[in-house]
Nanobody, 121 residues
Framework: QVQLVESGGGLVQAGGSLRLSCAAS????????MGWYRQAPGKQREFVAT???????VYADSVKGRFTISRDNAKNTVYLQMDSLKPEDTAVYYC???????????????WGQGTQVTVSS
């Protein structure tokens, strides 16, 4: 019913930049939060950033000042601009969103398939 698709991952040198995109499609009535998590090999998934439909943002301390989350409500798309990348940012980045599929329906969490970000030193 709802699908989130990430794009924009890749290989970049330390200090470089990447911009991730995540587009939501399907039966969407409204989207509340959209955000990003990441998971490095052998580690648990961790929070990166979220943004509300009104534009309020929250960042993990590890990325604050370097990453910027934004969204285009008309396109149901969230972005993550990643600057000053560090090798420790290497991970699979997952998009998530809290979405209502009908007026009186519950909000449900949806996840994308992930996109690999690799930062070389």
């Amino acid at each position: 019913q709802v699908q989130l698709v990430e794009s924009g991952g890749g290989l970049v040198q330390a200090g470089g930049s990447l911009r991730l995109s995540c587009a939501a499609s399907g039966s969407i009535f409204s989207i509340n939060f959209m955000g990003w998590y990441r998971q490095a090999p052998g580690k648990q998934r961790e929070f990166v950033a979220t943004i509300t439909n009104g534009g309020s943002t929250v960042y993990a301390d590890s990325v604050k000042g370097r990453f910027t989350i934004s969204r285009d409500n008309a396109k149901n798309t969230v972005y993550l601009q990643m600057d000053s990348l560090k090798p420790e940012d290497t991970a699979v980045y997952y998009c998530n969103a809290s979405i209502r599929t009908s007026l009186r329906g519950y909000r449900n969490d949806y996840w994308g398939q992930g996109t690999q970000v690799t930062v070389s030193s």
